[in-house]
């Protein structure tokens, strides 16, 4: 097992060096090109997520763990934000806390979509943890 964790501020900018150095950490699991474009989608989207809906434009903080185990490969994302009221709803496609800011209310389910597993904990105004996985070398071949 071998684990890395980043702590940024939550701040626009910092969403790429999030995503760019999970991607470098998962390197060492040899995914596919396909299978790390997930995981590069997935973080990309929490990140954003603790930025736009847990700090609301406030300064805090992002905490970014990963761990690898054999080829499961393990992400958490933490804020310390508003946290969620009420996580069912906050995973159905669609929903989203900002529609006058014009978001889709995607993020948790591209997450899904993209990784193996997903688990969200949250407390109102204590913040979030989303924790994601991605099992690795599934026989998905890259076309190229």
Not at 25 to 34: Q, R, Y
Not at 41 to 51: D, G, K, L, Y
Not at 115 to 135: A, C, F, H, I
Request: proline share 3%; with cysteine; glycine share 8%.
């Amino acid at each position: 097992m071998n684990q890395m964790i980043l702590k940024f501020p939550a701040r626009s900018e910092n969403e790429v060096f999030a995503r760019n150095a999970v991607a470098a950490f998962a390197l060492t699991l040899e995914p596919s090109l396909s299978e790390l474009s997930d995981v590069k989608t997935a973080v990309s989207e929490a990140v954003t997520n603790c930025i736009v809906h847990g700090y609301r434009g406030r300064e805090g903080w992002i905490t970014v763990r990963c761990r690898t185990d054999g080829n499961l490969f393990t992400v958490e994302v933490i804020d310390e934000g508003r946290g969620i009221a009420d996580i069912e709803q906050a995973l159905e496609p669609f929903f989203t806390t900002q529609p006058s800011e014009e978001r889709s209310g995607m993020g948790f389910t591209i997450m899904q979509t993209f990784m193996t597993d997903l688990q969200v904990r949250s407390k109102e105004n204590e913040g979030t943890t989303v924790t994601m996985t991605k099992q690795f070398g599934t026989g998905q071949a890259d076309v190229g």
